[in-house]
Nanobody, 123 residues
Framework: VQLVESGGGSVQAGGSLRLSCAIS????????MGWFRQAPGKEREGVAW???????TYADSVRGRFTISKDNARNTLYLQMNSLKPEDTAIYYC???????????????????WGQGTQVTVS
């Protein structure tokens, strides 16, 4: 399984970005997927995750601003980020868990595969 993120970049506060995560190596669309981020000097934190049934869950810090979605036909996970703030600056990672539901989808230990990350900078 390979996960490849794209769509990161630099944006001014209040702006928007859409991250993509291309999934290859299998065709099963019922696995949980999540977005995580890690800022310099901080631990990796869960941002949002979506279970195998399409239910999305968000961290308090991004709820109402970020939207996670998955296009099963394109085998791609997305993260639409609106109203970006400087504190959203981080490397963003997508991850996949080999399960259709998780007890703690915002916890990184639940996931089996990770992308290489894409930088998001908000100034």
């Amino acid at each position: 399984v390979q996960l490849v993120e794209s769509g990161g970049g630099s944006v001014q506060a209040g702006g928007s970005l859409r991250l993509s995560c291309a999934i290859s190596g299998h065709t099963d669309s019922n696995y949980c997927m999540g977005w995580f981020r890690q800022a310099p000097g901080k631990e990796r934190e869960g941002v949002a995750w979506i279970d195998g049934y399409g239910t999305a869950t968000y961290a308090d810090s991004v709820r109402g601003r970020f939207t996670i979605s998955k296009d099963n036909a394109r085998n791609t996970l997305y993260l639409q980020m609106n109203s970006l703030k400087p504190e959203d600056t981080a490397i963003y990672y997508c991850a996949e868990a080999l399960a259709s539901t998780l007890d703690d989808g915002l916890g990184s230990r639940e996931y089996n595969y990770w992308g290489q990350g894409t930088q998001v900078t908000v100034s």
